[in-house]
Protein backbone atom coordinates (compact mmCIF):
# COMPACT_ATOMS: atom_id res chain seq x y z
CA UNK A 1 0.00 0.00 0.00
CA UNK A 2 1.07 3.53 -1.02
CA UNK A 3 -0.41 6.93 -1.31
CA UNK A 4 -1.82 6.08 -4.97
CA UNK A 5 -4.03 3.44 -2.95
CA UNK A 6 -5.24 6.62 -1.16
CA UNK A 7 -5.00 9.62 -3.26
CA UNK A 8 -5.96 10.17 -7.03
CA UNK A 9 -2.90 10.18 -9.05
CA UNK A 10 -4.20 11.89 -11.85
CA UNK A 11 -5.90 14.50 -10.15
CA UNK A 12 -2.90 15.33 -7.97
CA UNK A 13 -0.66 15.81 -11.55
CA UNK A 14 -3.31 18.04 -12.89
CA UNK A 15 -3.33 19.89 -9.33
CA UNK A 16 0.75 20.21 -9.09
CA UNK A 17 0.46 21.28 -12.51
CA UNK A 18 -1.88 24.46 -11.51
CA UNK A 19 0.04 25.03 -8.88
CA UNK A 20 3.33 25.44 -11.30
CA UNK A 21 1.58 27.86 -13.69
CA UNK A 22 0.48 29.76 -10.28
CA UNK A 23 4.05 30.34 -8.93
CA UNK A 24 5.20 31.36 -12.19
CA UNK A 25 1.98 33.85 -12.55
CA UNK A 26 3.04 35.19 -9.47
CA UNK A 27 6.11 35.75 -10.12
CA UNK A 28 5.83 37.13 -13.48
CA UNK A 29 2.88 39.79 -12.03
CA UNK A 30 6.04 40.89 -9.38
CA UNK A 31 7.54 42.26 -12.09
CA UNK A 32 11.01 41.35 -10.88
CA UNK A 33 13.48 43.45 -12.35
CA UNK A 34 15.82 40.73 -13.78
CA UNK A 35 12.94 39.83 -15.81
CA UNK A 36 11.89 43.02 -17.67
CA UNK A 37 12.59 41.69 -20.92
CA UNK A 38 10.84 38.67 -20.48
CA UNK A 39 6.94 38.25 -20.69
CA UNK A 40 4.73 35.40 -19.21
CA UNK A 41 5.58 32.95 -22.26
CA UNK A 42 9.15 33.35 -21.99
CA UNK A 43 9.77 33.11 -17.95
CA UNK A 44 7.29 29.69 -17.91
CA UNK A 45 9.70 28.70 -20.79
CA UNK A 46 13.06 29.57 -18.60
CA UNK A 47 11.70 28.64 -15.21
CA UNK A 48 9.17 25.71 -15.15
CA UNK A 49 11.64 22.94 -15.46
CA UNK A 50 13.12 23.87 -11.68
CA UNK A 51 9.39 24.60 -10.30
CA UNK A 52 8.05 21.86 -12.10
CA UNK A 53 10.38 19.24 -9.63
CA UNK A 54 10.18 21.38 -6.75
CA UNK A 55 6.24 21.21 -6.73
CA UNK A 56 6.11 17.52 -7.97
CA UNK A 57 8.72 16.44 -5.07
CA UNK A 58 6.98 18.67 -3.01
CA UNK A 59 2.91 17.34 -3.20
CA UNK A 60 4.10 13.70 -3.55
CA UNK A 61 6.33 13.66 0.20
CA UNK A 62 3.24 15.57 1.29
CA UNK A 63 1.19 12.53 0.13
CA UNK A 64 3.19 9.98 1.07
CA UNK A 65 3.46 11.29 4.66
CA UNK A 66 -0.30 12.19 5.02
CA UNK A 67 -1.17 8.79 3.57
CA UNK A 68 1.28 7.19 6.33
CA UNK A 69 -0.68 9.04 8.98
CA UNK A 70 -4.15 8.01 7.82
CA UNK A 71 -3.00 4.39 7.85
CA UNK A 72 -1.19 4.84 11.38
CA UNK A 73 2.02 3.68 9.76
CA UNK A 74 3.45 7.34 10.60
CA UNK A 75 7.71 6.40 11.41
CA UNK A 76 10.03 9.06 12.05
CA UNK A 77 12.57 9.55 8.61
CA UNK A 78 16.29 9.78 9.17
CA UNK A 79 18.06 13.04 9.88
CA UNK A 80 20.76 13.07 6.70
CA UNK A 81 23.74 15.63 6.97
CA UNK A 82 23.63 18.48 5.25
CA UNK A 83 22.46 22.21 4.63
CA UNK A 84 20.15 24.36 2.01
CA UNK A 85 22.22 25.46 -0.64
CA UNK A 86 21.72 26.97 -3.95
CA UNK A 87 23.04 25.63 -7.12
CA UNK A 88 24.72 27.00 -10.01
CA UNK A 89 22.81 25.43 -12.62
CA UNK A 90 19.51 23.91 -13.34
CA UNK A 91 20.71 20.35 -14.15
CA UNK A 92 23.21 20.38 -10.63
CA UNK A 93 19.94 21.53 -9.19
CA UNK A 94 17.45 19.21 -10.30
CA UNK A 95 19.98 15.94 -9.89
CA UNK A 96 20.26 16.84 -6.20
CA UNK A 97 16.26 17.39 -5.74
CA UNK A 98 15.76 14.05 -6.90
CA UNK A 99 18.70 12.52 -5.37
CA UNK A 100 19.97 14.38 -2.26
CA UNK A 101 18.90 12.47 1.08
CA UNK A 102 19.35 15.89 2.80
CA UNK A 103 17.02 17.58 0.72
CA UNK A 104 14.29 14.81 0.80
CA UNK A 105 14.45 13.56 4.11
CA UNK A 106 14.60 17.25 5.36
CA UNK A 107 11.24 17.66 3.67
CA UNK A 108 9.74 14.39 4.73
CA UNK A 109 10.46 15.52 8.41
CA UNK A 110 9.55 18.81 8.61
CA UNK A 111 5.69 18.15 6.68
CA UNK A 112 5.70 15.24 9.34
CA UNK A 113 6.11 17.71 12.17
CA UNK A 114 3.40 19.51 10.88
CA UNK A 115 0.83 16.70 9.64
CA UNK A 116 1.11 14.63 12.51
CA UNK A 117 -1.37 15.06 15.69
CA UNK A 118 -0.09 13.04 18.19
CA UNK A 119 2.22 16.16 19.53
CA UNK A 120 4.74 12.85 20.44
CA UNK A 121 8.32 14.68 20.73
CA UNK A 122 10.83 12.56 18.68
CA UNK A 123 14.59 13.18 18.54
CA UNK A 124 16.84 12.18 15.37
CA UNK A 125 20.22 11.12 15.38
CA UNK A 126 22.02 12.39 12.45
CA UNK A 127 23.49 9.85 9.53
CA UNK A 128 25.71 10.52 6.85
CA UNK A 129 24.76 9.20 3.65
CA UNK A 130 26.36 8.20 0.40
CA UNK A 131 26.74 10.82 -2.18
CA UNK A 132 24.78 9.62 -5.09
CA UNK A 133 25.49 12.67 -7.20
CA UNK A 134 29.38 11.98 -6.73
CA UNK A 135 28.40 8.81 -9.43
CA UNK A 136 26.45 11.11 -11.32
CA UNK A 137 28.36 13.91 -11.75
CA UNK A 138 32.05 12.63 -10.86
CA UNK A 139 34.74 15.19 -11.14
CA UNK A 140 36.68 14.64 -14.15
CA UNK A 141 40.47 15.03 -13.76
CA UNK A 142 42.84 16.71 -15.98
CA UNK A 143 44.24 14.79 -18.97
CA UNK A 144 45.80 15.61 -22.23
CA UNK A 145 42.69 13.94 -23.75
CA UNK A 146 39.95 16.11 -21.74
CA UNK A 147 42.26 19.56 -22.60
CA UNK A 148 42.10 18.47 -26.27
CA UNK A 149 38.69 18.13 -26.45
CA UNK A 150 38.42 21.34 -24.67
CA UNK A 151 39.82 23.08 -26.96
CA UNK A 152 38.78 21.59 -30.45
CA UNK A 153 35.07 22.49 -28.73
CA UNK A 154 36.63 25.70 -28.01
CA UNK A 155 37.65 26.11 -31.79
CA UNK A 156 34.35 24.66 -32.71
CA UNK A 157 32.36 27.50 -31.32
CA UNK A 158 34.39 29.88 -32.82
CA UNK A 159 33.51 28.60 -36.62
CA UNK A 160 30.50 28.17 -35.78
CA UNK A 161 29.57 31.74 -34.22
CA UNK A 162 31.81 33.21 -37.33
CA UNK A 163 29.87 31.46 -40.16
CA UNK A 164 26.56 31.95 -38.57
CA UNK A 165 24.92 29.07 -39.55
CA UNK A 166 21.10 29.11 -40.39
CA UNK A 167 20.63 25.82 -38.16
CA UNK A 168 22.12 25.84 -34.94
CA UNK A 169 21.88 22.48 -32.58
CA UNK A 170 23.22 21.82 -28.85
CA UNK A 171 25.80 19.78 -28.74
CA UNK A 172 25.11 16.03 -28.33
CA UNK A 173 25.94 12.89 -29.50
CA UNK A 174 22.41 12.52 -31.43
CA UNK A 175 22.95 15.86 -33.25
CA UNK A 176 26.21 14.63 -34.52
CA UNK A 177 23.98 11.60 -36.04
CA UNK A 178 22.48 14.30 -37.57
CA UNK A 179 23.93 17.77 -38.32
CA UNK A 180 27.52 18.41 -39.31
CA UNK A 181 29.88 19.75 -36.74
CA UNK A 182 29.48 23.24 -38.45
CA UNK A 183 26.18 23.44 -36.97
CA UNK A 184 27.04 22.61 -33.66
CA UNK A 185 26.98 24.70 -30.54
CA UNK A 186 28.13 24.22 -26.97
CA UNK A 187 26.18 26.31 -24.69
CA UNK A 188 28.75 26.54 -21.41
CA UNK A 189 28.47 29.80 -20.97
CA UNK A 190 29.69 30.45 -16.56
CA UNK A 191 30.08 34.11 -15.87
CA UNK A 192 31.39 35.15 -12.56
CA UNK A 193 29.79 33.76 -9.12
CA UNK A 194 27.74 35.93 -7.59
CA UNK A 195 26.59 36.38 -4.15
CA UNK A 196 23.27 35.69 -3.29
CA UNK A 197 20.67 38.23 -3.59
CA UNK A 198 18.12 37.60 -0.72
CA UNK A 199 16.23 40.24 -1.49
CA UNK A 200 14.73 38.75 -4.90
CA UNK A 201 14.57 35.28 -3.42
CA UNK A 202 13.10 36.49 -0.44
CA UNK A 203 10.06 38.39 -3.09
CA UNK A 204 9.89 34.65 -4.23
CA UNK A 205 9.08 33.08 -1.67
CA UNK A 206 6.38 35.31 -0.45
CA UNK A 207 5.00 34.75 -3.61
CA UNK A 208 5.01 31.05 -3.59
CA UNK A 209 3.75 31.23 -0.19
CA UNK A 210 0.62 33.40 -1.43
CA UNK A 211 0.04 31.17 -4.31
CA UNK A 212 0.02 28.06 -1.91
CA UNK A 213 -1.98 29.66 0.91
CA UNK A 214 -4.81 30.66 -2.24
CA UNK A 215 -4.39 26.98 -3.75
CA UNK A 216 -7.24 24.95 -3.75
CA UNK A 217 -6.10 21.73 -1.40
CA UNK A 218 -9.44 20.28 -0.53
CA UNK A 219 -7.83 17.08 -2.30
CA UNK A 220 -5.62 16.65 0.81
CA UNK A 221 -8.46 16.68 3.04
CA UNK A 222 -8.58 19.08 5.76
CA UNK A 223 -5.64 21.36 6.96
CA UNK A 224 -5.76 23.78 9.79
CA UNK A 225 -4.90 27.09 9.05
CA UNK A 226 -1.76 27.05 11.14
CA UNK A 227 -0.63 23.66 9.43
CA UNK A 228 -1.22 25.49 5.99
CA UNK A 229 0.93 28.36 6.84
CA UNK A 230 3.70 26.30 8.21
CA UNK A 231 3.41 24.14 4.86
CA UNK A 232 3.69 26.85 2.61
CA UNK A 233 7.17 28.55 4.34
CA UNK A 234 8.29 24.63 3.22
CA UNK A 235 6.91 25.18 -0.31
CA UNK A 236 8.86 28.15 -1.04
CA UNK A 237 12.02 27.22 0.72
CA UNK A 238 12.00 24.47 -1.55
CA UNK A 239 10.71 26.31 -4.49
CA UNK A 240 13.27 29.25 -3.74
CA UNK A 241 16.13 26.54 -3.38
CA UNK A 242 15.66 24.77 -6.52
CA UNK A 243 16.33 28.12 -8.67
CA UNK A 244 19.65 27.86 -9.57
CA UNK A 245 21.98 30.80 -9.66
CA UNK A 246 22.33 31.10 -13.14
CA UNK A 247 18.65 32.08 -13.59
CA UNK A 248 18.95 34.10 -11.03
CA UNK A 249 21.69 36.32 -10.05
CA UNK A 250 23.79 34.88 -12.91
CA UNK A 251 20.57 35.51 -15.28
CA UNK A 252 21.55 39.04 -16.43
CA UNK A 253 24.86 38.07 -17.17
CA UNK A 254 23.82 35.44 -19.13
CA UNK A 255 21.09 37.31 -21.32
CA UNK A 256 23.56 40.31 -22.05
CA UNK A 257 26.15 37.57 -23.52
CA UNK A 258 23.36 35.67 -25.71
CA UNK A 259 21.60 38.73 -27.20
CA UNK A 260 25.11 40.12 -28.39
CA UNK A 261 26.11 36.29 -29.50
CA UNK A 262 22.92 35.96 -31.69
CA UNK A 263 22.13 40.39 -32.55
CA UNK A 264 23.29 40.27 -36.45
CA UNK A 265 22.96 36.32 -36.52
CA UNK A 266 19.81 35.11 -39.10
CA UNK A 267 18.80 31.90 -37.10
CA UNK A 268 15.99 29.99 -39.30
CA UNK A 269 15.68 26.26 -36.59
CA UNK A 270 17.37 25.63 -33.45
CA UNK A 271 17.64 21.88 -32.48
CA UNK A 272 17.58 20.07 -28.94
CA UNK A 273 18.19 16.20 -28.57
CA UNK A 274 18.37 16.45 -25.14
CA UNK A 275 15.78 18.99 -24.36
CA UNK A 276 15.83 22.41 -23.39
CA UNK A 277 14.96 21.88 -19.58
CA UNK A 278 18.49 20.96 -18.68
CA UNK A 279 20.48 23.53 -19.62
CA UNK A 280 19.28 27.38 -18.97
CA UNK A 281 22.22 28.85 -21.37
CA UNK A 282 20.85 26.71 -24.43
CA UNK A 283 16.91 28.00 -23.06
CA UNK A 284 17.82 31.41 -23.25
CA UNK A 285 19.52 31.25 -26.53
CA UNK A 286 16.75 29.40 -27.64
CA UNK A 287 14.04 31.85 -26.43
CA UNK A 288 16.34 34.79 -28.26
CA UNK A 289 16.42 33.39 -31.37
CA UNK A 290 12.64 32.86 -31.36
CA UNK A 291 11.74 36.14 -30.79
CA UNK A 292 13.73 36.89 -34.16
CA UNK A 293 11.80 33.79 -35.89
CA UNK A 294 13.66 31.10 -34.95
CA UNK A 295 11.77 27.36 -35.11
CA UNK A 296 12.38 25.73 -31.83
CA UNK A 297 12.64 21.70 -32.85
CA UNK A 298 13.18 19.49 -30.41
CA UNK A 299 14.03 15.32 -31.52
CA UNK A 300 12.97 12.72 -28.83
CA UNK A 301 15.98 11.09 -27.43
CA UNK A 302 14.43 7.98 -26.60
CA UNK A 303 11.41 5.42 -27.14
CA UNK A 304 9.73 2.93 -25.12
CA UNK A 305 6.46 2.78 -22.95
CA UNK A 306 3.03 4.36 -25.43
CA UNK A 307 1.83 6.45 -22.53
CA UNK A 308 0.52 9.90 -22.37
CA UNK A 309 3.44 12.06 -21.83
CA UNK A 310 2.68 14.14 -19.51
CA UNK A 311 6.16 15.34 -18.04
CA UNK A 312 7.06 16.69 -21.60
CA UNK A 313 3.27 17.96 -22.33
CA UNK A 314 3.56 20.29 -18.89
CA UNK A 315 7.18 21.46 -19.64
CA UNK A 316 8.78 22.10 -23.05
CA UNK A 317 6.63 20.81 -25.61
CA UNK A 318 3.98 23.44 -25.16
CA UNK A 319 6.74 26.56 -26.08
CA UNK A 320 8.21 24.47 -29.40
CA UNK A 321 7.25 24.62 -33.39
CA UNK A 322 8.16 20.99 -34.20
CA UNK A 323 8.47 17.82 -32.08
CA UNK A 324 9.97 14.76 -33.72
CA UNK A 325 8.97 11.22 -32.22
CA UNK A 326 10.94 8.30 -32.78
CA UNK A 327 7.65 6.93 -34.44
CA UNK A 328 6.80 6.31 -38.25
CA UNK A 329 3.10 6.74 -37.62
CA UNK A 330 1.52 9.87 -36.34
CA UNK A 331 -0.66 9.50 -33.16
CA UNK A 332 -1.70 11.59 -30.28
CA UNK A 333 0.05 9.46 -27.73
CA UNK A 334 2.19 12.92 -27.12
CA UNK A 335 -1.29 14.84 -26.23
CA UNK A 336 -2.92 13.33 -23.34
CA UNK A 337 -6.27 13.99 -22.27
CA UNK A 338 -5.71 17.00 -20.47
CA UNK A 339 -8.28 19.59 -22.89
CA UNK A 340 -5.78 22.17 -21.58
CA UNK A 341 -2.89 21.50 -22.58
CA UNK A 342 -3.94 20.28 -25.87
CA UNK A 343 -4.76 24.04 -26.99
CA UNK A 344 -1.39 24.65 -26.09
CA UNK A 345 -0.08 22.00 -28.28
CA UNK A 346 -2.81 23.06 -31.45
CA UNK A 347 0.09 24.94 -32.84
CA UNK A 348 2.81 22.28 -32.14
CA UNK A 349 3.97 19.87 -35.72
CA UNK A 350 4.12 16.62 -34.37
CA UNK A 351 6.33 14.66 -36.45
CA UNK A 352 7.04 11.01 -36.95
CA UNK A 353 10.28 10.54 -38.22
CA UNK A 354 12.16 7.70 -36.85
CA UNK A 355 15.17 7.10 -35.11
CA UNK A 356 18.46 7.43 -36.69
CA UNK A 357 20.33 6.14 -33.75
CA UNK A 358 18.22 2.45 -33.70
CA UNK A 359 19.47 2.13 -37.21
CA UNK A 360 22.98 2.03 -36.37
CA UNK A 361 22.10 -1.04 -33.61
CA UNK A 362 24.05 -3.60 -35.02
CA UNK A 363 21.87 -7.14 -35.54
CA UNK A 364 23.04 -10.47 -33.68
CA UNK A 365 23.03 -13.99 -35.07
CA UNK A 366 20.07 -15.97 -34.05
CA UNK A 367 21.06 -19.30 -32.34
CA UNK A 368 20.07 -21.99 -30.31
CA UNK A 369 19.72 -21.15 -26.46
CA UNK A 370 21.32 -24.33 -24.56
CA UNK A 371 19.18 -24.29 -21.33
CA UNK A 372 22.78 -26.01 -19.79
CA UNK A 373 24.41 -22.68 -20.57
CA UNK A 374 22.29 -20.15 -20.86
CA UNK A 375 23.23 -16.39 -19.96
CA UNK A 376 20.39 -13.63 -19.36
CA UNK A 377 21.01 -9.82 -19.12
CA UNK A 378 18.72 -8.19 -17.36
CA UNK A 379 19.01 -4.01 -17.44
CA UNK A 380 16.66 -3.22 -14.57
CA UNK A 381 15.26 -0.10 -14.80
CA UNK A 382 15.37 2.91 -11.88
CA UNK A 383 14.63 2.54 -8.42
CA UNK A 384 14.75 5.46 -6.83
CA UNK A 385 15.80 6.07 -3.32
CA UNK A 386 12.89 9.06 -4.07
CA UNK A 387 10.42 9.49 -6.26
CA UNK A 388 11.10 11.82 -8.89
CA UNK A 389 8.00 13.62 -9.63
CA UNK A 390 3.74 12.17 -9.75
CA UNK A 391 4.30 11.15 -13.41
CA UNK A 392 6.76 8.27 -11.57
CA UNK A 393 5.02 4.63 -10.35
CA UNK A 394 5.34 4.58 -6.48
CA UNK A 395 8.88 3.43 -4.74
CA UNK A 396 6.49 0.74 -3.13
CA UNK A 397 5.28 -0.42 -6.03
CA UNK A 398 8.81 -0.58 -8.03
CA UNK A 399 10.12 -1.88 -5.13
CA UNK A 400 7.35 -4.77 -5.35
CA UNK A 401 8.03 -5.39 -8.75
CA UNK A 402 11.86 -5.67 -8.46
CA UNK A 403 11.06 -8.37 -5.87
CA UNK A 404 8.84 -10.28 -8.46
CA UNK A 405 11.30 -9.98 -10.95
CA UNK A 406 13.51 -11.86 -8.63
CA UNK A 407 10.98 -14.66 -7.89
CA UNK A 408 11.01 -14.71 -11.33
CA UNK A 409 15.37 -15.28 -11.74
CA UNK A 410 14.92 -18.12 -8.74
CA UNK A 411 12.46 -20.02 -10.73
CA UNK A 412 14.79 -19.43 -14.24
CA UNK A 413 17.89 -20.50 -11.78
CA UNK A 414 15.86 -23.69 -10.24
CA UNK A 415 14.51 -25.19 -13.34
CA UNK A 416 18.18 -24.39 -15.32
CA UNK A 417 20.74 -24.38 -12.71
CA UNK A 418 23.51 -23.60 -14.90
CA UNK A 419 22.14 -20.05 -15.96
CA UNK A 420 24.32 -16.95 -16.00
CA UNK A 421 23.03 -13.70 -15.06
CA UNK A 422 24.38 -10.39 -15.99
CA UNK A 423 22.66 -7.49 -13.82
CA UNK A 424 23.26 -3.83 -15.16
CA UNK A 425 22.09 -2.02 -12.17
CA UNK A 426 20.49 1.63 -12.29
CA UNK A 427 21.06 4.57 -10.11
CA UNK A 428 21.46 4.09 -5.91
CA UNK A 429 19.16 2.68 -4.50
CA UNK A 430 20.16 1.09 -1.51
CA UNK A 431 18.32 -1.99 -0.23
CA UNK A 432 17.72 -3.66 -3.78
CA UNK A 433 16.45 -6.89 -3.36
CA UNK A 434 18.61 -8.57 -6.35
CA UNK A 435 21.48 -7.64 -5.26
CA UNK A 436 20.95 -8.83 -1.49
CA UNK A 437 19.76 -12.14 -2.85
CA UNK A 438 22.60 -13.03 -4.94
CA UNK A 439 25.32 -11.64 -2.74
CA UNK A 440 27.11 -15.11 -2.79
CA UNK A 441 26.63 -16.06 -6.15
CA UNK A 442 27.67 -11.97 -7.02
CA UNK A 443 31.21 -12.91 -5.53
CA UNK A 444 31.46 -16.39 -7.25
CA UNK A 445 30.09 -14.79 -11.16
CA UNK A 446 27.32 -16.76 -11.52
CA UNK A 447 25.71 -13.15 -11.20
CA UNK A 448 27.44 -10.44 -12.31
CA UNK A 449 27.18 -6.75 -12.48
CA UNK A 450 27.82 -4.31 -15.34
CA UNK A 451 27.79 -1.23 -16.23
CA UNK A 452 28.30 -1.32 -19.77
CA UNK A 453 25.61 0.00 -22.43
CA UNK A 454 22.88 -2.98 -23.14
CA UNK A 455 23.35 -2.67 -26.44
CA UNK A 456 27.01 -3.40 -26.10
CA UNK A 457 26.24 -7.05 -24.52
CA UNK A 458 23.29 -8.11 -26.87
CA UNK A 459 25.92 -10.35 -29.41
CA UNK A 460 27.54 -11.58 -25.62
CA UNK A 461 23.53 -13.23 -24.04
CA UNK A 462 21.03 -15.72 -25.15
CA UNK A 463 18.14 -13.80 -23.90
CA UNK A 464 17.48 -10.31 -22.68
CA UNK A 465 15.11 -9.55 -20.08
CA UNK A 466 13.49 -6.29 -19.35
CA UNK A 467 11.36 -5.03 -16.32
CA UNK A 468 9.19 -2.46 -18.52
CA UNK A 469 9.02 -1.23 -21.82
CA UNK A 470 12.07 1.39 -22.86
CA UNK A 471 14.18 2.83 -24.90
CA UNK A 472 16.08 -0.47 -23.98
CA UNK A 473 13.27 -2.55 -25.09
CA UNK A 474 13.50 -0.72 -28.23
CA UNK A 475 17.18 -1.38 -28.42
CA UNK A 476 17.39 -4.71 -28.02
CA UNK A 477 14.53 -5.75 -30.39
CA UNK A 478 15.92 -3.82 -33.06
CA UNK A 479 19.67 -6.14 -32.67
CA UNK A 480 16.67 -8.99 -33.01
CA UNK A 481 18.42 -10.65 -29.65
CA UNK A 482 15.65 -12.68 -27.88
CA UNK A 483 13.57 -10.07 -25.76
CA UNK A 484 11.21 -10.52 -22.91
CA UNK A 485 9.80 -8.50 -20.63
CA UNK A 486 8.30 -8.70 -17.36
CA UNK A 487 5.83 -6.06 -17.51
CA UNK A 488 4.39 -4.33 -14.33
CA UNK A 489 0.93 -4.86 -14.44
CA UNK A 490 -0.08 -1.04 -13.17
CA UNK A 491 1.63 0.16 -15.73
CA UNK A 492 -0.80 -0.90 -18.34
CA UNK A 493 -3.40 1.44 -16.98
CA UNK A 494 -1.78 4.16 -18.14
CA UNK A 495 -1.33 3.65 -21.27
CA UNK A 496 -3.37 4.55 -24.69
CA UNK A 497 -5.77 2.61 -26.77
CA UNK A 498 -3.43 1.77 -29.23
CA UNK A 499 -0.76 0.56 -26.82
CA UNK A 500 -3.04 -1.47 -25.55
CA UNK A 501 -3.61 -3.20 -28.82
CA UNK A 502 0.18 -3.62 -29.15
CA UNK A 503 0.78 -5.11 -25.78
CA UNK A 504 -2.04 -7.52 -25.95
CA UNK A 505 -0.18 -8.61 -28.86
CA UNK A 506 3.01 -9.25 -27.38
CA UNK A 507 1.47 -10.44 -24.77
CA UNK A 508 -0.16 -13.56 -27.30
CA UNK A 509 3.63 -13.76 -28.86
CA UNK A 510 5.29 -14.48 -25.29
CA UNK A 511 7.43 -11.28 -25.86
CA UNK A 512 5.77 -9.69 -22.54
CA UNK A 513 4.24 -11.12 -19.41
CA UNK A 514 2.66 -9.86 -15.99
CA UNK A 515 3.35 -12.70 -13.44
CA UNK A 516 6.27 -15.40 -12.91
CA UNK A 517 4.38 -18.34 -13.83
CA UNK A 518 3.65 -16.53 -17.89
CA UNK A 519 7.44 -15.51 -17.66
CA UNK A 520 8.46 -19.42 -17.58
CA UNK A 521 6.44 -20.33 -19.76
CA UNK A 522 8.09 -17.53 -22.52
CA UNK A 523 11.27 -18.67 -21.39
CA UNK A 524 10.68 -21.77 -22.12
CA UNK A 525 9.31 -21.13 -25.61
CA UNK A 526 12.61 -19.24 -26.55
CA UNK A 527 14.69 -22.62 -25.41
CA UNK A 528 12.05 -24.91 -27.32
CA UNK A 529 11.05 -23.46 -29.61
CA UNK A 530 13.34 -20.19 -30.89
CA UNK A 531 11.42 -20.35 -34.81
CA UNK A 532 7.96 -20.36 -33.19
CA UNK A 533 9.06 -17.50 -30.68
CA UNK A 534 10.72 -15.76 -33.64
CA UNK A 535 7.79 -15.57 -36.08
CA UNK A 536 4.96 -14.93 -33.27
CA UNK A 537 7.07 -11.41 -32.37
CA UNK A 538 7.26 -10.54 -35.63
CA UNK A 539 4.01 -8.89 -36.31
CA UNK A 540 3.16 -6.83 -33.15
CA UNK A 541 7.39 -5.63 -32.89
CA UNK A 542 6.64 -4.41 -36.28
CA UNK A 543 3.44 -2.30 -35.23
CA UNK A 544 5.39 -1.43 -31.67
CA UNK A 545 8.65 -0.17 -33.57
CA UNK A 546 5.98 1.84 -36.34
CA UNK A 547 4.22 3.39 -32.91
CA UNK A 548 7.00 4.15 -30.89
CA UNK A 549 10.53 3.59 -32.53
CA UNK A 550 11.15 3.11 -36.12
CA UNK A 551 15.01 2.64 -37.44
CA UNK A 552 15.17 4.87 -40.08
CA UNK A 553 18.81 6.45 -41.87
CA UNK A 554 20.04 9.58 -41.47
CA UNK A 555 19.13 10.64 -45.35
CA UNK A 556 15.81 8.97 -45.18
CA UNK A 557 15.56 11.52 -41.85
CA UNK A 558 16.78 14.63 -43.08
CA UNK A 559 15.08 14.17 -46.37
CA UNK A 560 11.82 14.15 -44.72
CA UNK A 561 12.61 16.48 -42.24
CA UNK A 562 13.46 19.21 -44.57
CA UNK A 563 10.34 18.47 -46.42
CA UNK A 564 7.98 18.59 -43.58
CA UNK A 565 9.38 22.18 -42.25
CA UNK A 566 9.83 23.56 -45.66
CA UNK A 567 5.38 22.72 -45.99
CA UNK A 568 5.32 24.22 -42.68
CA UNK A 569 7.05 27.34 -43.57
CA UNK A 570 5.07 27.50 -46.81
CA UNK A 571 2.06 27.26 -45.41
CA UNK A 572 2.71 29.99 -42.78
CA UNK A 573 2.81 32.44 -44.80
CA UNK A 574 0.61 31.97 -47.42
Not at 319 to 345: C, H, M, P, V
Request: aromatic share 14%; proline share 4%; glycine share 4%.
Amino acid sequence: MDWTDYYNRELAIKNANELIDRVILEIFKKGLPIYKNYDLNELAFLLRAPIFTAVNIFIERLLRISCRIKAKTDANYPKAAGKWQYFENTSKAILNYYHDYFINYSIMNDIRAILNDSHIPFELREIEFPRPLDRLLPKKSFTLKTFARKMIAYFNNVYVCMTKPKIVGEYSGWMKQIFPFSRILRFNFQGNQDEINHIIRQQIRECCERVFLSWDKTFLGGLTQEKERELSKIFANLIDHVLPISIIEGFKARYDFYESQINNWKIEEVHSFTGYSWNENFRIFALLAKRKGALLICHMHGGGEICTQSRLMHNELQFLDYYLTWAKINSDWIKGEDAIYRRKLDDLKILSLGSTYLSSIKKVALRPVDPKKMTILYPSSPLWDFVPDLDERSKEKKYQHRVNVLKLLKEIRRTYPNTKIIYKYLWTYVNDPIKKYFAQELENGTVALTDKAPSTLFDKVDIVLWDAISTGFAESVQSEVPTLVFHPQAEFDCVIPLGKEIYQELRESGVIFYDVESGLRSFNKVINDMPGFIKARKAPIRKFQEARAYPVTREELVKNMEVAILERKKNKYE
